[in-house]
């Protein structure tokens, strides 16, 4: 359950860390397979968009990692518009770096998107919810998201166990996940890996 005391746990390391987004990398993967790639991806992903899209985009993410927070509050309109238009599948997988706590959201998450809920609207509400509290200091976006999310309920957990398995299927693919957020972009027979909140360069991929 996502208490009140907890939400102010998440929100101070946001805010702590939020500056710092020194963990960037760009680079253009040669050698690399897409349909490997993307038969890593495991059944239990949140997709949006169509499946035949020109252009996909695998992104792991922690709802605790403040680069994912700047890297949502400042795209999360660019693709909904490229998934509305149908150039964008956008895979969500997860990367729990900040352990349970992060598990606890990414559950609630994935139940929303079996209940059919638009998890990415919801996770950027939450990602947004959190930037305005490093620069507002209220909590009321915060407390509004969570309570959202706490009102899903699923039998099925996502455990540990699944997401480890997931990160070996794409070690076996030639990617090793090393942090988030990482992007596996395939476009034009090319396949791009970003890692950390690179906006600028993202945005000049997917456009």
Same mark, same amino acid.
């Given at each position: 359950m996502?208490?009140?005391?907890? !939400?102010?746990?998440i929100v101070? !390391?946001v *805010? !702590?860390v939020?500056g710092a987004l020194?963990?960037?990398?760009?680079?253009?993967?040669?050698?690399?397979?897409?349909?490997?790639i =993307? @038969? $890593?991806?495991?059944?239990?992903a949140?997709?949006?968009?169509? +499946?035949?899209a020109?252009?996909? $985009?695998i992104?792991?993410?922690?709802?605790?990692?403040?680069?994912?927070a *700047?890297? &949502?509050?400042?795209l &999360?309109?660019e693709f909904?518009? =490229?998934i509305?238009?149908? +150039?964008?599948?956008l *895979?969500?997988?997860?990367l729990?770096?900040h @352990?349970?706590s992060?598990? %606890?959201?990414?559950?609630?998450? &994935?139940?929303?998107? +079996? &209940?059919? %809920?638009?998890?990415l609207h %919801?996770l950027?509400?939450?990602?947004?919810?959190?930037?305005?509290? $490093?620069?507002?200091k209220?909590?009321?976006?915060? =407390?509004a998201v969570?309570?959202?999310?706490?009102?899903? +309920?699923?039998?099925e957990?996502l455990a540990m166990?699944r997401?480890m398995?997931? /990160?070996?299927?794409f070690?076996?693919a030639?990617i090793?996940?090393r942090?988030?957020?990482? /992007?596996?972009?395939i476009?034009?027979?090319r396949?791009?890996?970003?890692?950390?909140?690179r906006?600028?360069?993202l945005?000049?991929?997917l456009?």
């Open positions: 996502l208490k009140r005391p907890q !939400i102010i746990i101070a !390391i *805010v !702590i939020a020194a963990y960037v990398a760009l680079t253009s993967s040669r050698g690399l397979d897409a349909s490997a =993307l @038969g $890593a991806v495991p059944d239990w949140m997709e949006f968009g169509a +499946r035949d020109p252009m996909v $985009a992104e792991f993410y922690d709802p605790l990692c403040p680069y994912c *700047v890297l &949502h509050y400042r &999360h309109d909904e518009r =490229l509305a238009e149908g +150039r964008l599948r *895979v969500l997988l997860p729990p770096v @352990g349970n992060s598990l %606890v959201i990414i559950d609630k998450l &994935h139940c929303a998107y +079996r &209940h059919g %809920v638009n998890a %919801v950027n509400m939450w990602y947004s919810a959190l930037i305005k509290y $490093a620069v507002n209220t909590e009321d976006d915060i =407390l969570a309570k959202q999310l706490e009102s899903y +309920r699923c039998n957990t166990d997401i398995s997931m /990160l070996q299927s070690e076996k030639g090793t996940i942090g988030t957020p990482t /992007l596996i972009v476009k034009n027979d396949i791009m890996v970003i890692e950390g909140a906006v600028e360069a945005k000049s991929i456009t």
